[in-house]
């Protein structure tokens, strides 16, 4: 029966001479290599298999040819030194001995900091770190000088529009970036031949939109923003957010400028920098007995807003043109001190006054009181004024402070009735060479109020400068400087104290309209 298959005899010889010849092999190979770990028990092991199957039942002539092929594994084994020794195991015993070994130096204990932090230790990080800065405090840029050399940083590419950047791709990136920014005036000469865009139509098949203003002339396109700045100043500037053509006429017209800032409709025409009325239509005269009795009109000469000289032709105005606003009449209406007509200003004070305390009660447990109360003023073209002192809210009383309201006859049921404690006045700016003493010569930038007081016989005078508050307004802040009560009887002048006072904020008003 052992004849019968002769071609399984020849593939087995022939398999067992291949095992043989791997197996030769490899133990020669194995002799040059390092032991690996664990290869003694793999072998044990497989030979304990071998072992245990040989006595369950014989070998077989087949097992043999097996056993021989497991011993490929014996190459592993390792007669005498330590098991499990490979060639790394040198540098790990090494780091093992420096990691346990106490550090000396101050960036020793920031290294083993870090390494502590890493592994989530924070206690035993924080330790070393205090341990590492009391030892040396700038050790934090030894260990980045040490770790992060300068050297292992790369630089960052100073060519801003790289040669190989795609022509056709509209990034900003590709875009060079240097050089200073482009000035106002820079924007603005580029936008001097630039024409009003007309918009794109909705399809491709449609007609083009029609835009007459696109095909005016700038002669009449000026005669036409000359009007609406005359108009509103406020929508004169904001035609300028239309388009670049608009911006450049806004920003550069000086014609325009020069009307609104010599015009009585906004601009300094209509400021008085001299009394043009008197606070009271009669004056007071002391009898020979001591009684006061009211006398005649005022003699006293006023001066009106309107000059003789046109103010474009003024000395004083050009002066101050040239010296101070650099020959620009658009930042001379901007910046140059001016009141409002369109709006009232507003002063709103708050503050904590403690109330009324017994001797039987603790000091803690007594009251406060939220004192808030509000100062209005609000100026005409005629050179007066209305000054308000109440504890009604702003939407309570500006719609009616107008001079139709300035009277005596109010009564609680009336929505006017808050304008019973209201003050006629009058006010002027200060100005060069404007002051009440023929030498004196004011600065610029003050206001002067002169209201009626409690009594006929007094008089109340605020000093007020004005200021900016915000970034796009100007001249809408009125700050204290002084505030006196005048007695005219005895002459007397008494200061009051402004400690709890602060500044008028303007607040626009559309019912007022102009403010005429």
Avoid at 66 to 95: F, K
Avoid at 194 to 210: C, F, G, N, V, W
Avoid at 314 to 335: A, K, Q, V
Avoid at 497 to 514: A, C, E, H
Wanted: aromatic content about 10%; some cysteine.
């Amino acid at each position: 029966m052992e004849d019968i298959n002769p071609e399984l005899e020849s593939f087995r010889q022939l398999w067992r001479e291949e095992v043989s010849a791997r197996s030769k092999e490899r133990q020669i190979s194995g002799k040059l290599l390092s032991p690996r770990p664990g290869a003694r028990t793999d072998y044990k092991t497989a030979t304990n298999r071998y072992s245990s199957s040989k006595l369950a039942g014989g070998v077989s002539k087949d097992d043999e040819d097996i056993a021989e092929g497991l011993d490929v594994g014996a190459y592993h084994d390792s007669d005498g030194g330590e098991v499990g020794r490979t060639l790394g195991n040198e540098a790990n015993t090494a780091s093992k001995g420096k990691s346990t070994a106490e550090p000396q130096s101050a960036l020793e204990h920031y290294e083993k900091a870090v390494e502590r932090e890493e592994q989530g230790n924070l206690g035993d990080s924080v330790n070393l770190y205090r341990k590492a800065y009391r030892a040396h405090s700038a050790v934090d840029q030894s260990y980045k000088d040490k770790h992060f050399p300068p050297s292992s940083v790369i630089p960052k590419s100073a060519n801003k529009n790289p040669s190989n950047a795609p022509v056709t791709v509209p990034n900003p990136a590709h875009h060079s970036l240097e050089g200073p920014t482009p000035s106002l005036s820079e924007l603005l000469s580029a936008f001097s031949k630039l024409s009003i865009p007309i918009a794109e139509p909705p399809t491709d098949r449609s007609p083009p939109l029609p835009c007459p203003i696109a095909s005016l002339p700038s002669e009449l396109l000026i005669e036409i923003l000359l009007y609406t700045a005359i108009a509103d100043v406020a929508s004169f500037a904001r035609i300028s957010r239309v388009c670049k053509r608009f911006a450049y006429l806004v920003s550069t017209e000086e014609r325009i400028w020069r009307r609104i800032c010599c015009g009585s409709e906004f601009g300094f025409e209509g400021m008085y920098y001299r009394w043009s009325c008197d606070v009271f239509p009669t004056t007071l005269v002391q009898s020979l007995d001591g009684d006061v009795v009211l006398g005649g009109s005022d003699d006293t000469e006023y001066s009106t807003a309107s000059a003789s000289t046109p103010l474009d032709q003024d000395p004083l105005t050009l002066s101050l043109l040239r010296s101070t606003y650099s020959s620009s009449w658009r930042r001379m209406f901007r910046t140059r001190p001016r009141i409002r007509f369109s709006g009232c200003y507003i002063s709103t004070v708050n503050y904590v006054r403690p109330g009324a305390s017994s001797a039987t009660q603790i000091s803690w447990n007594s009251p406060v009181h939220i004192v808030t109360y509000y100062r209005y003023l609000r100026f005409f073209r005629d050179g007066t004024a209305i000054s308000l002192l109440t504890t009604s809210e702003p939407t309570d009383v500006v719609y009616h402070l107008t001079q139709e309201n300035m009277h005596s006859h109010h009564t609680g049921a009336l929505p006017s009735a808050v304008m019973k404690h209201a003050l006629r006045g009058r006010w002027r700016l200060s100005g060069l060479g404007t002051g009440e003493v023929a030498e004196a010569a004011e600065r610029e930038g003050d206001l002067y109020v002169e209201t009626q007081g409690v009594d006929i016989k007094y008089m109340y005078r605020m000093h007020l400068s004005l200021r900016t508050a915000g970034r796009g307004a100007k001249n809408n802040k009125l700050s204290w400087k002084s505030f006196w009560c005048h007695n005219r009887l005895t002459d007397d002048w008494a200061e009051f104290g402004l400690g709890n006072d602060r500044p008028f904020i303007w607040s626009r008003v559309k019912s007022y309209g102009m403010g005429s």
